[in-house]
């Protein structure tokens, strides 16, 4: 019996993702164990070694691997205590040459004090996909006031859509052509994403312990999918990625280990 869109699964991934048609799925975006040797309520992030870890998480991503289509992608999120190894893994699995970019994300929370390094105040979410033909919108951002201040000085043009300034770009044959670029079309993002944690008086915020924002996750979704699209997430955790999926139009398949997991996910998706 095959999983289809739009399915809430309770199990072992491993168990459950050989279910999924192969080459349906769009986008997958997975927050795992992060091998942090650490025993969470909802799950257990103890592993002998980083070798068990990686040899865990291997058969996983190859399943990963086989589900998505030809165009598809994967983002994975970890942090420092494994990041150097799973690149490797996605190297093998989805080929060095298929890294289109480490991501920062910077979340900006206040830091302690340490004696003897750098506070860490951010993740890595490494994101691969499957062939040299996938799907990507940039993402693009507000200028700050400083930086719209010095532009302004440059956008000596204007029309109904506001300011803009000419620029000389090359068609796909080469042809060079003169581009208007607006004032208020904001610059693309870079790969460090500076989201802020989910505040401690959030209404976003459920209590579920390696929870992420939905702003992250939202502007996952957006670069690398279109409406109607099949996202996967197979470390479901609390929900984030189904609720921000269907606020987006996006078709997914979820599912954790754990329970409770489940159940987060399956209000958060009702809820409305």
Same mark, same amino acid.
């Given at each position: 019996m095959n999983i289809i869109p739009d399915a809430i699964v309770q199990g072992d991934n491993l168990e459950w993702l050989p279910l999924i048609p192969d080459e349906s799925i769009d986008m997958c975006y997975i927050d795992p164990p992060f091998c942090t040797n650490r025993d969470f309520i909802e799950f257990n992030d103890k592993f002998l070694s980083i070798h068990s870890y990686i040899e865990w998480m291997r058969p996983r991503i190859e399943l990963i691997h086989k589900k998505l289509k030809k165009t598809g992608s994967i983002f994975l999120h970890c942090d420092w205590h494994a990041s150097h190894r799973l690149r490797c893994l996605l190297d093998d699995v989805f080929g060095e040459k298929n890294l289109k970019n480490e991501i920062i994300w910077s979340y900006g929370a206040k830091a302690t004090p340490q004696k003897n390094m750098f506070p860490k105040k951010h993740d890595t979410i490494f994101f691969y996909t499957k062939s040299s033909k996938y799907y990507?919108?940039?993402?693009? +951002?507000?200028y700050s006031e400083a930086s719209l201040r010095e532009r302004a000085t440059r956008y000596k043009f204007f029309?109904?859509?506001?300011?803009y300034r000419l620029t000389t770009r090359?068609?796909?044959?080469g042809e060079k052509y003169r581009a208007k670029v607006y004032l208020n079309d904001g610059v693309p993002e870079t790969d460090v994403w500076n989201i802020p944690i989910?505040?401690?008086t959030s209404n976003e915020r459920l209590g579920y312990p390696t929870q992420k924002p939905e702003a992250l996750i939202k502007?996952?979704?957006?670069?690398?999918t279109n409406e109607?699209? +099949?996202v996967l997430d197979c470390f479901a955790?609390?929900?984030t990625t189904a609720k921000v999926a269907k606020d987006l139009n996006r078709r997914y398949i979820v599912g954790d280990i754990s329970?409770?997991?489940v159940n987060l996910t399956k209000k958060r998706l009702h809820a409305e």
């Open positions: 990507f919108r940039p993402i693009m +951002v507000e029309d109904e859509s506001g300011h090359r068609k796909t044959n989910i505040n401690a502007r996952i979704i957006e670069c690398s109607g699209d +099949v955790g609390g929900g329970a409770n997991a």
